[in-house]
């Protein structure tokens, strides 16, 4: 993470991360190519940016993950699925049963992140690196949607014996075909985002370079 400090003592800007520049390639001394690595800058800058109180662009939504064992990764290019490419993908950590299959799991995850966490985000490093600051914004955010927080039956939060929030991943808030919606109208949840879609955005291009700093760069 780099950061730039202003003049005059002003608050300091946290520059959006990039990937590092030889994920991708092999290391020195190495045999493997490096494709994916831990990125503890890039979750410090979340945390900064979207989760903790006064946050520049402070969402709500994930006050749920203040406190969430959550690691992130790079990785070093996107994948195809379904016909879709795969920007970024948010896990719930679980292993296979197996003795030796979870050991080797853990023992993965320890050498990266120095413990197993409960959830690892992992970007797309060739599109992070040449994405502009608000679609790097809004994948960030997309896949901190999917960690959510757990309800009991009732639709109530549910929370761990320690008092936090139990978490959990999620789907979309809205999967339809437009072919359908076009046909037969939208549902209740088409319907909402519907709605979002026509009030202004909460999050301006000009609030999303303040929070990433490239602008600030280019301006300064």
């Known amino acids: 993470m ?23 390639h092999i290391p020195d001394g190495g045999r493997w190519p490096a494709d994916l690595v ?12 979207f989760i903790r109180e006064g946050a520049r662009l402070f969402n709500e939504d994930h006050a749920h993950l203040a406190e969430a064992d959550l690691e992130f ?3 070093s290019t996107a994948y195809r699925k379904a016909g879709r490419m795969v920007l970024g993908q948010a896990e719930q950590v679980a292993f296979r049963v197996g003795g030796w299959q979870r050991a080797r799991g ?7 992140f120095g413990r197993v966490p409960d959830f690892v985000i992992t970007l797309a490093a060739d599109y992070s690196s040449i994405c502009s600051d608000a679609d790097f914004c809004a994948l960030v955010e997309h896949e901190l949607y999917h960690v959510a927080q757990a309800l009991d039956e009732y639709g109530a939060p549910k929370f761990t014996d320690a008092g936090l929030p139990k978490l959990t991943l999620r789907g979309h808030d809205v999967e339809e075909f437009v072919g359908v919606v ?10 909402r985002l519907i709605d979002a879609a026509g009030n202004p955005p909460e999050v301006g291009l000009t609030n999303i370079a303040r929070a990433c700093g490239t602008c600030l760069l280019k301006s300064a």
Request: glycine share 8%; proline share 13%.
């Open 38 to 49: 831990p990125a503890p800058e890039l979750r410090e800058w979340v945390m900064a940016t």
């Open 2 to 24: 780099v950061r730039n400090r202003t003049p005059q003592g002003a608050d300091a800007v946290t520059r959006r991360p990039l990937p590092p520049a030889r994920i991708g």
């Open 106 to 112: 853990e023992q993965q995850m320890g050498e990266w």
């Open 182 to 191: 076009r046909r037969y109208g939208p549902t209740h949840e088409v319907q």
């Open 73 to 75: 990764m790079w990785a």
